[in-house]
Protein backbone atom coordinates (compact mmCIF):
# COMPACT_ATOMS: atom_id res chain seq x y z
CA UNK A 1 0.00 0.00 0.00
CA UNK A 2 1.33 3.83 -0.69
CA UNK A 3 1.99 5.67 1.86
CA UNK A 4 2.53 9.43 2.99
CA UNK A 5 5.14 11.13 5.57
CA UNK A 6 5.41 14.42 6.83
CA UNK A 7 8.47 13.81 9.73
CA UNK A 8 7.77 17.73 10.76
CA UNK A 9 4.85 18.29 12.07
CA UNK A 10 5.33 21.78 12.86
CA UNK A 11 7.79 24.14 11.15
CA UNK A 12 7.96 28.24 11.53
CA UNK A 13 9.78 30.88 9.24
CA UNK A 14 10.26 34.43 9.22
CA UNK A 15 8.36 36.96 7.01
CA UNK A 16 10.44 36.98 3.79
CA UNK A 17 12.22 34.68 4.12
CA UNK A 18 12.89 30.49 2.73
CA UNK A 19 11.27 27.15 4.04
CA UNK A 20 11.24 23.63 2.78
CA UNK A 21 8.88 21.35 3.98
CA UNK A 22 9.42 17.54 3.85
CA UNK A 23 7.64 14.85 2.18
CA UNK A 24 8.53 11.59 1.33
CA UNK A 25 6.58 8.29 -0.26
CA UNK A 26 6.51 4.97 -0.88
CA UNK A 27 5.15 3.52 -3.52
CA UNK A 28 5.96 0.10 -6.39
CA UNK A 29 3.91 2.30 -9.20
CA UNK A 30 6.30 4.13 -12.06
CA UNK A 31 4.04 6.45 -13.02
CA UNK A 32 2.15 8.64 -10.14
CA UNK A 33 1.41 12.60 -9.75
CA UNK A 34 2.32 14.41 -6.26
CA UNK A 35 0.27 16.98 -4.81
CA UNK A 36 0.97 19.91 -2.10
CA UNK A 37 -2.39 20.97 -0.82
CA UNK A 38 -2.97 24.18 1.63
CA UNK A 39 -5.28 24.06 3.75
CA UNK A 40 -5.68 27.69 6.19
CA UNK A 41 -7.98 28.03 9.09
CA UNK A 42 -10.86 28.46 6.89
CA UNK A 43 -10.45 24.74 6.47
CA UNK A 44 -10.63 24.74 2.75
CA UNK A 45 -8.00 22.72 0.70
CA UNK A 46 -6.48 24.33 -1.96
CA UNK A 47 -4.10 22.95 -4.35
CA UNK A 48 -0.68 24.37 -4.45
CA UNK A 49 1.25 22.59 -6.80
CA UNK A 50 1.29 18.80 -8.75
CA UNK A 51 4.01 16.99 -10.05
CA UNK A 52 3.94 14.41 -12.75
CA UNK A 53 6.63 11.51 -11.66
CA UNK A 54 7.44 10.86 -15.59
CA UNK A 55 8.56 15.11 -15.68
CA UNK A 56 12.36 15.68 -14.51
CA UNK A 57 12.12 19.11 -13.98
CA UNK A 58 10.45 20.11 -10.89
CA UNK A 59 7.24 22.16 -10.85
CA UNK A 60 7.10 25.85 -10.23
CA UNK A 61 4.17 27.81 -8.68
CA UNK A 62 5.18 31.73 -8.42
CA UNK A 63 6.79 31.82 -4.71
CA UNK A 64 6.34 27.91 -4.59
CA UNK A 65 8.42 24.93 -6.05
CA UNK A 66 9.25 21.21 -5.48
CA UNK A 67 12.06 19.51 -5.36
CA UNK A 68 10.91 15.92 -6.50
CA UNK A 69 13.71 12.77 -6.14
CA UNK A 70 12.04 10.03 -7.88
CA UNK A 71 14.52 7.56 -7.20
CA UNK A 72 14.74 8.56 -3.49
CA UNK A 73 10.76 9.01 -3.72
CA UNK A 74 11.27 12.26 -1.75
CA UNK A 75 9.09 15.36 -2.57
CA UNK A 76 9.85 18.54 -0.96
CA UNK A 77 8.38 22.14 -0.91
CA UNK A 78 10.37 25.09 -1.31
CA UNK A 79 8.39 28.22 0.34
CA UNK A 80 10.17 31.23 -1.15
CA UNK A 81 9.69 34.98 0.21
CA UNK A 82 7.20 33.67 2.43
CA UNK A 83 4.16 35.65 3.76
CA UNK A 84 1.88 36.11 6.80
CA UNK A 85 -0.85 34.20 4.43
CA UNK A 86 1.23 31.05 3.81
CA UNK A 87 0.28 30.17 7.48
CA UNK A 88 -1.67 27.06 7.19
CA UNK A 89 -1.11 23.18 7.46
CA UNK A 90 0.47 21.62 4.27
CA UNK A 91 -0.83 18.02 2.85
CA UNK A 92 1.20 16.17 0.45
CA UNK A 93 -0.44 13.64 -1.21
CA UNK A 94 0.03 10.68 -4.10
CA UNK A 95 -1.92 8.94 -6.73
CA UNK A 96 -0.50 6.64 -8.67
CA UNK A 97 -1.74 6.74 -12.64
CA UNK A 98 -3.38 3.24 -12.85
CA UNK A 99 -4.68 0.49 -11.25
CA UNK A 100 -8.16 0.17 -9.75
CA UNK A 101 -7.24 2.26 -7.04
CA UNK A 102 -6.46 5.54 -9.50
CA UNK A 103 -9.09 7.88 -7.75
CA UNK A 104 -7.86 7.60 -4.71
CA UNK A 105 -5.34 10.23 -3.23
CA UNK A 106 -3.25 9.00 -0.23
CA UNK A 107 -2.51 11.92 1.62
CA UNK A 108 -0.04 12.63 4.57
CA UNK A 109 -0.82 13.73 8.20
CA UNK A 110 0.38 17.13 7.25
CA UNK A 111 3.11 19.89 8.39
CA UNK A 112 1.59 23.10 10.38
CA UNK A 113 3.35 26.51 9.01
CA UNK A 114 3.45 29.56 11.35
CA UNK A 115 4.90 32.57 9.43
CA UNK A 116 6.78 34.97 12.04
CA UNK A 117 6.44 38.85 11.55
CA UNK B 1 -19.47 31.09 -9.01
CA UNK B 2 -20.16 29.32 -5.70
CA UNK B 3 -17.80 26.18 -6.72
CA UNK B 4 -18.38 23.88 -4.02
CA UNK B 5 -21.27 24.20 -1.03
CA UNK B 6 -21.40 21.94 1.71
CA UNK B 7 -24.35 21.82 4.28
CA UNK B 8 -24.36 21.96 7.30
CA UNK B 9 -20.89 23.40 8.74
CA UNK B 10 -21.60 22.10 11.73
CA UNK B 11 -23.83 19.31 13.21
CA UNK B 12 -23.46 17.48 16.76
CA UNK B 13 -25.65 13.88 16.47
CA UNK B 14 -26.14 11.36 19.58
CA UNK B 15 -25.23 8.25 19.15
CA UNK B 16 -28.26 5.97 16.82
CA UNK B 17 -29.05 9.49 15.15
CA UNK B 18 -29.22 9.75 11.17
CA UNK B 19 -27.83 12.93 8.86
CA UNK B 20 -27.39 13.83 5.40
CA UNK B 21 -24.81 15.98 4.44
CA UNK B 22 -25.24 17.92 1.15
CA UNK B 23 -22.96 18.91 -1.19
CA UNK B 24 -22.97 20.50 -4.72
CA UNK B 25 -21.07 21.50 -7.13
CA UNK B 26 -21.54 24.21 -10.09
CA UNK B 27 -18.66 23.31 -12.33
CA UNK B 28 -20.08 20.57 -14.40
CA UNK B 29 -17.47 18.91 -12.89
CA UNK B 30 -18.19 14.49 -13.45
CA UNK B 31 -16.02 13.59 -10.48
CA UNK B 32 -17.12 13.74 -6.76
CA UNK B 33 -15.37 12.58 -3.79
CA UNK B 34 -16.06 12.42 0.17
CA UNK B 35 -12.96 12.62 2.17
CA UNK B 36 -13.29 12.76 6.23
CA UNK B 37 -10.20 14.09 8.25
CA UNK B 38 -9.63 12.71 11.33
CA UNK B 39 -7.58 15.05 14.25
CA UNK B 40 -4.12 15.36 13.56
CA UNK B 41 -4.11 13.28 10.42
CA UNK B 42 -4.89 13.42 6.38
CA UNK B 43 -7.90 12.91 4.15
CA UNK B 44 -9.19 9.26 3.78
CA UNK B 45 -11.76 8.90 0.49
CA UNK B 46 -14.98 7.54 2.33
CA UNK B 47 -17.13 7.23 -1.30
CA UNK B 48 -16.52 8.45 -4.75
CA UNK B 49 -18.52 9.39 -8.13
CA UNK B 50 -17.42 9.10 -11.63
CA UNK B 51 -20.82 10.32 -12.69
CA UNK B 52 -24.52 10.61 -11.91
CA UNK B 53 -25.57 7.20 -11.26
CA UNK B 54 -22.28 5.63 -10.34
CA UNK B 55 -20.82 5.37 -7.05
CA UNK B 56 -18.07 3.02 -5.35
CA UNK B 57 -16.11 2.80 -2.15
CA UNK B 58 -13.10 4.60 -1.00
CA UNK B 59 -10.85 3.73 1.45
CA UNK B 60 -12.92 3.73 4.63
CA UNK B 61 -16.87 3.62 3.38
CA UNK B 62 -18.33 1.57 6.59
CA UNK B 63 -21.24 3.35 8.24
CA UNK B 64 -21.78 5.71 5.30
CA UNK B 65 -24.03 5.60 1.91
CA UNK B 66 -23.90 7.83 -1.00
CA UNK B 67 -26.19 8.41 -3.93
CA UNK B 68 -25.61 10.30 -7.60
CA UNK B 69 -28.84 11.57 -9.33
CA UNK B 70 -27.72 14.55 -10.85
CA UNK B 71 -24.27 15.88 -11.91
CA UNK B 72 -24.45 18.72 -8.90
CA UNK B 73 -25.24 16.60 -5.84
CA UNK B 74 -23.16 13.94 -3.94
CA UNK B 75 -24.80 13.63 -0.40
CA UNK B 76 -23.50 11.34 2.35
CA UNK B 77 -25.62 9.26 4.49
CA UNK B 78 -24.81 8.45 7.87
CA UNK B 79 -27.63 6.14 9.14
CA UNK B 80 -26.24 5.11 12.66
CA UNK B 81 -24.20 7.90 14.43
CA UNK B 82 -21.26 6.46 15.84
CA UNK B 83 -18.56 8.17 18.25
CA UNK B 84 -15.93 7.04 15.95
CA UNK B 85 -17.55 8.99 13.03
CA UNK B 86 -16.77 12.23 14.08
CA UNK B 87 -14.89 14.01 12.37
CA UNK B 88 -14.29 16.80 9.70
CA UNK B 89 -16.16 16.09 6.12
CA UNK B 90 -14.86 17.16 2.98
CA UNK B 91 -16.36 17.17 -0.20
CA UNK B 92 -14.40 17.61 -3.29
CA UNK B 93 -15.19 17.65 -7.18
CA UNK B 94 -13.02 17.60 -10.10
CA UNK B 95 -13.60 17.54 -14.15
CA UNK B 96 -11.88 14.71 -14.94
CA UNK B 97 -9.65 11.96 -13.03
CA UNK B 98 -6.25 13.06 -14.58
CA UNK B 99 -6.76 16.71 -14.25
CA UNK B 100 -6.52 16.04 -10.56
CA UNK B 101 -7.01 19.89 -9.45
CA UNK B 102 -9.49 18.97 -6.62
CA UNK B 103 -11.71 21.74 -5.64
CA UNK B 104 -12.89 21.62 -1.84
CA UNK B 105 -15.84 22.58 0.35
CA UNK B 106 -15.37 24.36 3.09
CA UNK B 107 -16.06 21.15 5.28
CA UNK B 108 -18.52 20.21 7.58
CA UNK B 109 -17.07 19.88 11.81
CA UNK B 110 -19.44 16.62 12.55
CA UNK B 111 -19.48 15.65 16.50
CA UNK B 112 -21.16 12.36 17.41
CA UNK B 113 -21.94 11.67 21.22
Same mark, same amino acid.
Given at each position: ?????????EMSVQEAETVTLS??????????????????????????????????????????? !????? *? $??????????????? $?????????????? @?? +??????????????? | ?????????????????????????????? +????????????????????? #?????????????? !??????????????? *??????????? #??????????????????? @???
Amino acid at each position: AQTVTQSQPEMSVQEAETVTLSCTYDTSESDYYLFWYKQPPSRQMILVIRQEAYKQQNATENRFS !VNFQK *A $AKSFSLKISDSQLGD $AAMYFCAYRPLSGG @SN +YKLTFGKGTLLTVNP | NAGVTQTPKFRILKIGQSMTLQCAQDMNHN +YMYWYRQDPGMGLKLIYYSVG #AGITDKGEVPNGYN !VSRSTTEDFPLRLEL *AAPSQTSVYFC #ASSYGQLNEKLFFGSGTQL @SVL
